[in-house]
Every structure is written in C-alpha cells, then in structure tokens.
C-alpha cells in the first residue's frame, strides 16, 4: 500500500516536497514512480526511480527542478519541487513496480498505485 502526502498550496517559484511511504516491507525491491495528473488528460510520467535509488530518469519538464529520492530504511520515496509553475498544477501520484526502465516510463508499466495529493501553484 502507497500512501502519498505533501501537496497543497504554493505561489509560482515556491517548493513543495512530496512524500510517498510504503507499508511493504520489501519497499527496497520496488523501483518507484512519480505521476500527475490533471482533469480530462491522461497520468503523464514525472520521476523514476531505481530500487537502490542510484539511479534516476526525469521528464523533460520537470528536469533540473524536480529531484526524486528515496530512503529504503523509512519505507518512503519523495519528490523535491522547486521553482514550480503554475503548469505544475495536478493530482501526484507515486507507483511502483518490480524492476527498474528509464525508457519504459508509461503509467500502464507500473503495478501498484498510491492515492494522489493535489498541489496547486498559483501564478
């Protein structure tokens, strides 16, 4: 079970971080995901990241702002946002999945799903 948290409210130029804490003990053998989503548009694909977290791949978007990380011995996986625009704006949701792809990045591609958190930049 994924259980995201952190989102709320922030001016343009604002950070956030967001978290995202797993109940399974085995949390280190699943690579994670970050997701966003807003009304009527599909779930566009964030950050990755590798089980150990040594490795990471980003969106075009939100990369050189946005920064993924995890810490296996709490079980969570945040995501860092800095200087973020009004286009940042959605509903984030954290994924994982057994195995690590920096080109297989498709929502579909991940198993397992946390609720979102919406984050709201205001211009």
């Known amino acids: 079970q994924l259980q995201a948290s952190g989102g709320g409210l922030v001016q343009a130029g604002g950070s956030l971080r967001l978290s995202c804490a797993a109940s399974e003990r085995t949390f280190s053998s699943y690579s994670m995901g970050w997701f966003r989503q807003t009304p009527g548009k599909e779930r566009d694909f964030v950050a990755t990241i590798s089980r150990s977290g040594g490795t990471t791949y980003y969106a075009d978007s939100v990369k050189d702002r946005f920064t993924v990380s995890r810490d296996n011995a709490k079980n969570t996986v945040y995501l860092q946002m800095n200087s973020l625009k009004p286009e940042d704006t959605a509903v984030y949701y954290c994924?994982?999945?057994?195995?690590?792809?920096?080109?297989?990045?498709?929502?579909?591609?991940?198993?397992?799903w946390g609720q979102g958190t919406l984050v709201t930049v205001s211009s």
């Open positions: 994924a994982a999945r057994t195995y690590y792809s920096g080109s297989n990045v498709r929502a579909g591609a991940f198993e397992y």
